[in-house]
């Protein structure tokens, strides 16, 4: 595929995207020594995001707003020009956060985080033991940029949950987003 040998050619090795399709594609990750290659297919619809994701925070929109916004801050005290390319990620932040106004409501964004992060949802395994289940970081910024708001959405938007959670599981987490929603989210 000329595409594929075009980006390999100028440096974009690895993507986990075919550009044309929009689906995952196969990428080597090791090589072993008889040189056949091991191939890992990524897949965000199974929390298989690729090894440079792994142990690694995400972060929702509103809360990098509001991390452009202190960015924003110290330029301008430093009476230095803010490049046109942080005020238009700053403004793609602010309008798709689901929160409004994020900085004045930084707290209500931090609340939300540690809660999903806290909470930890009990299943029962095929051999009726209790595991603990907690969002991955990938799960948990999903919901708060999506601000999912039924179970069919949670299906469609974000597979992992739906499969992981069960009914009353999800329920109890789609309380805790329209908590939320009703007292800070952009309608």
Same mark, same amino acid.
């Given at each position: &595929?000329?595409?594929?040998?075009?980006?390999?050619?100028?440096?974009?090795?690895?993507?986990?995207?075919?550009?044309?399709?929009?689906?995952?594609?196969?990428?080597?990750?090791?090589?072993?020594?008889?040189?056949?290659?091991?191939?890992? !297919?990524?897949?965000?619809?199974? %929390?298989?995001?690729? &090894?440079?994701?792994? /142990?690694?925070?995400?972060?929702? /929109?509103?809360?990098?707003? *509001?991390?452009?916004?202190?960015?924003?801050?110290?330029?301008?005290?430093?009476?230095?020009?803010?490049? $046109?390319?942080?005020?238009?990620? %700053?403004?793609?932040?602010?309008?798709?956060?689901?929160?409004?106004?994020? *900085?004045? /409501?930084?707290?209500?964004?931090?609340?939300?985080?540690? $809660?999903?992060?806290?909470?930890?949802?009990?299943?029962?395994?095929?051999?009726?033991?209790?595991?603990? *289940?907690?969002?991955?970081?990938? $799960?948990?910024?999903?919901?708060?940029?999506?601000?999912?708001?039924?179970?069919?959405?949670?299906?469609? %938007?974000?597979?992992?949950?739906?499969?992981?959670?069960?009914?009353?599981?999800?329920?109890?987490? !789609?309380?805790?987003? /329209?908590?939320?929603?009703?007292?800070?989210?952009?309608?």
């Amino acid at each position: &595929d000329s595409r594929r040998t075009s980006e390999r050619s100028s440096g974009a090795v690895g993507r986990s995207c075919d550009r044309a399709t929009a689906r995952p594609t196969e990428r080597p990750t090791e090589r072993p020594a008889d040189r056949t290659t091991m191939v890992k !297919l990524e897949d965000a619809s199974e %929390l298989r995001l690729g &090894d440079e994701f792994n /142990n690694e925070t995400c972060l929702s /929109n509103a809360e990098v707003a *509001v991390l452009l916004a202190d960015a924003k801050r110290s330029y301008e005290e430093d009476d230095r020009a803010v490049p $046109e390319v942080f005020e238009q990620t %700053l403004a793609y932040c602010n309008r798709f956060s689901q929160i409004k106004d994020p *900085v004045a /409501n930084k707290a209500v964004v931090d609340e939300l985080r540690k $809660e999903l992060e806290e909470k930890t949802w009990d299943r029962i395994d095929a051999n009726g033991e209790r595991q603990p *289940v907690k969002l991955s970081q990938f $799960e948990m910024v999903a919901a708060m940029n999506l601000k999912l708001e039924d179970k069919d959405e949670v299906s469609a %938007l974000v597979p992992t949950l739906h499969s992981r959670l069960d009914e009353n599981d999800l329920d109890d987490l !789609l309380d805790k987003i /329209n908590r939320f929603s009703s007292r800070t989210f952009q309608g």
